[in-house]
């Protein structure tokens, strides 16, 4: 078991440009997570997919972000236009989907972005 | 609206002795909590869940209890290693299945 991972770990980029992470999930979870964590906070939930299927969106996923899971495996999470606020850690976990009720979600090691 | 709160942002501990760290939630339709152990620059290590039926869990050094009335939880390790040493998130979800993470407490472990 090869567990969540991530790419890139870390990416430095200048205000105004776009930047996409990809997430892979462990094999065989049916759910996908992607958070947002800053310094002093827990994580905060982004958005999530079940298969390829988006079926939650946080308001703090702004206009400029937009997350895709194509063919229910890995995801990706573009940002558009990055202002320094986007500066945090974005995390993806994945979960598998038992009858009617998820149960842990597994997480990878983060994407650390750096909006200059 | 913090609807998980972990009220203590650090707390020391002797190697060997008990580490208890707690953790509060308001959102009575949670029925799902779990605790996270996280590194620096790593993401969280998922460590010990309980379900809303149950007031007690335990698996190994780690104890996870659960008092619905008070809305309150904690976990318990013991003994402590300075391995342990790190940030706790504590996390709840609803039936929606996204976690609610508090803002986390940061143990150390010491000699």
């Known amino acids: 078991d090869t567990g969540v991972s991530q790419d890139p770990r870390h990416k430095i980029t200048k205000r105004g440009q776009n930047v996409t992470f990809r997430c892979d999930p462990i094999s065989e979870h049916n759910r996908l997570y992607w958070y947002r964590q800053t310094l002093g906070q827990g994580p905060e939930f982004l958005t999530y997919f079940q298969n390829e299927a988006q079926l939650e969106k946080s308001r703090l996923l702004s206009d400029r972000f937009s997350a895709e899971r194509p063919k229910g495996s890995f995801s990706t999470l573009e940002i558009q236009r990055t202002e320094q606020g986007d500066s945090a850690m974005y995390l993806c976990?994945?979960?598998?989907?038992?009858?009617?009720?998820?149960?842990?979600?597994?997480f990878g090691p983060g994407t650390r972005l750096t909006v200059l | 609206d913090q609807q998980v709160k972990q009220n203590s942002p650090s707390l020391s501990v002797q190697e060997g002795r008990i580490s208890i760290l707690n953790c509060d939630y308001t959102?009575?339709?949670?029925?799902?909590f779990l605790w996270y152990k996280k590194y620096p620059a790593e993401g969280p290590t998922f460590l010990i869940s309980?379900?809303?039926?149950?007031d007690k869990n335990e698996d190994g050094r780690f104890t996870v209890f659960l008092n619905k009335s008070a809305k309150h939880l904690s976990l318990h390790i013991v003994p402590s290693q300075p391995g342990d040493s790190a940030v706790y998130f504590c996390a709840a979800s609803a039936r929606t299945d996204k976690l609610i993470f508090g803002t986390g407490t940061r143990l150390q472990v010491f000699p």
């Open positions: 959102n009575s339709m949670f029925d799902y």
């Open positions: 976990a994945s979960s598998p989907l038992e009858g009617l009720r998820t149960d842990t979600q597994y």
């Open positions: 309980i379900s809303s039926i149950k």
